[in-house]
């Protein structure tokens, strides 16, 4: 079986978050594993994000599906690692 890993890059994570985050619901069958960070201290929090995601076994269809959708947000770069 193929293993996806897919990371997401958020440039300006407090206007494309709510987006981002539909996208993953709709597609939440798919997503074994999901991990997001951000870099914050007492007086600010970044930007930037990033989500990595470990999708299931057997989704390329859903993964390309994904990919494109997300890709498809300004301010959103997607990369995937296939094993």
């Known amino acids: 079986m193929t293993k996806i890993i ?3 890059q958020l440039q300006q994570r407090h206007e494309t978050s709510l987006e981002v985050q539909n996208l993953l619901t ?3 069958c798919v997503i074994k594993t999901r991990i997001g960070v951000h870099q914050a201290s007492d ?3 970044s930007e ?3 989500i990595i995601l470990e999708l299931a076994d057997g989704s ?3 993964s390309a599906e994904l ?3 997300l890709s498809s947000i300004k301010g959103v770069t997607v990369k995937k690692m296939i094993f």
């Open 6 to 8: 897919m990371g997401i």
């Open 26 to 28: 709709e597609y939440g």
């Open 43 to 45: 007086d600010s929090c």
């Open 48 to 50: 930037r994000g990033l």
């Open 60 to 62: 390329e269809t859903e």
């Open 67 to 69: 990919e494109n959708a």
